[in-house]
């Protein structure tokens, strides 16, 4: 057996979105609201997702919420453990930790976190990580406290505490699994914890501390939602992406467009599914990202893209804007053939390219023009297709 076999599991991450969100005042769980273009849990399941140094993900809801939150989260719920949280933040980790622990392969380390701390950078869960790897038990990142903090007692009013002491706490927190299992397994304190660290800390494990990072900041009361949903349209720099591709139509082949079989008389050839319309849009993504072309993730050279659909190409650079921490605001695709009609199946691509990109239809366009017989798609010799992509990623939340 070769020796990756016997490997312990990439550590797992818990996601936790079981509260309510009572001190927002807002009637929608603060995890459930949009924030730049998706739902505020749906962001820190995209970092931690597209972390390569993470392995499973456990997304812990509200009981009850369990199917309406995962198709809420469309093909992000794919790979996704969904399960049910409790009536404390405890208890929804005690839930996230026994979905883990029911696994086959046990991982060595866990990481917490809230989701309602939605802009998670890569480099905190490096460092998170890195601390792990080094042996830390018991991983905290945190950021020093800048203001003058004083006491509010009636006697001590005012009085100034000393601040270089301290530091404020976040998330995500990074554990020996077995610890922290064994410390909310045997949890019998009367007080509730606000994080798990304090809990390994009563049992004796001493905290290892990281930075942490101000974007992490914790959406808690009414105007959060709001500053937040600011601050991240303010970072963020729209961006524009063309793509082009040309493929031969043949008899005796499928003819896919914008991920829909469309009945003709010809397909299209190509190493993979030869879906024209994907591939200008992919490449338009890609532009916009300044992320090479297709050819250069799927090299047709390579066997496994044969016959390949290509909506895993559009995933793949739908993955790539999330973990960029970007948003898609716009999709134009033209198809450019004499024949079949485009305009009949336009609503299906539509449809499609929505389920595929997790967009609202409204944000697509697929759009179709013959070139009056002349050049080679007027002579029926290939179908062509351009695409636009206008999308908008934060100015430096990928460091
Ligand atoms: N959380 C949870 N299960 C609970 C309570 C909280 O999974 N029973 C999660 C929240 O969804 C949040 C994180 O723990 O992501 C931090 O908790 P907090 O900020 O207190 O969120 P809420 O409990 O939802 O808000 P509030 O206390 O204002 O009701
Ligand atoms: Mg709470």
């Known amino acids: 057996m070769p020796d990756h076999a016997h490997a312990a599991p990439l550590p797992a991450a818990i996601v936790l979105a079981a509260g309510a969100g009572l001190r927002t005042g807002h009637e929608t769980p603060k995890q459930c609201r949009s924030l730049g273009g998706k739902l505020v849990l749906a962001h820190a399941l995209d970092a931690l997702g597209t972390h390569p140094g993470i392995g ?31 009536s404390s933040r405890r208890l929804s980790v005690l839930a996230g930790l026994e979905a883990i622990a029911a696994s086959q392969t046990l991982p060595e380390h866990v990481l917490v976190h809230d989701s309602a701390r939605p802009l998670l950078p890569h480099a905190v869960i490096d460092r998170v990580l890195e601390a792990l790897t080094g042996g830390a038990a018991c991983t905290i990142p945190v950021l020093p406290v800048v203001d003058t903090l004083v006491a509010t007692g009636r006697a001590n009013a005012g009085q100034v505490v000393d601040r270089s002491a301290l530091a404020r706490v976040q998330t995500p927190q990074g554990f020996a699994f077995a610890a922290l299992l064994s410390a909310h397994r045997g949890w019998s304190e ?23 990072d101000s974007r992490l900041e914790k959406i808690t009361r009414a105007g959060d939602h709001e500053r937040m949903e600011r601050m991240l349209s303010a970072g963020m720099v729209a961006k524009v992406g063309l793509g082009f591709d040309v493929h031969r139509l043949v008899e005796g082949s499928a003819l896919w467009l914008c991920g829909v079989r469309v009945p003709h008389t010809h397909g299209l050839s190509g190493h993979s599914d030869a879906d024209v319309a994907i591939h200008a849009l992919v490449d338009a993504m890609l532009g916009a990202l300044a992320e090479g072309d297709i050819g250069s993730h799927f090299p047709p ?99």
């Open 56 to 86: 499973a993900v456990v997304l812990v809801v509200p009981p009850g919420q369990e199917a309406d939150i995962r198709n809420a989260l469309g093909d992000r719920a794919q790979g996704l453990h969904i399960v049910a949280g409790g």
């Open 190 to 212: 009367p007080d509730e914890p606000t994080d798990d660290a304090q809990m390994l800390r009563r049992q004796g494990v001493d905290a290892f501390l990281v930075e942490g």
């Open 301 to 399: 050279s390579d066997p496994q893209w044969k016959g390949a659909p290509s909506e895993r190409f559009l995933t793949f650079a739908c993955e790539r804007v999330s973990a960029r921490g970007g948003v898609v605001d716009h999709v134009d695709v033209t198809i450019i053939c004499e024949a079949p009609k485009i305009g009949p199946h336009r609503d299906a691509m539509r449809a499609r390219l929505a389920a595929i990109m997790n967009l609202p239809e409204m944000k697509i366009s697929v759009k179709a023009t013959t070139t009056e017989r002349l050049g080679l798609t007027g002579r029926g010799e290939g179908i062509a297709a351009q695409a636009a992509v206008t999308l908008r990623v934060p100015n430096g939340l990928d460091g």
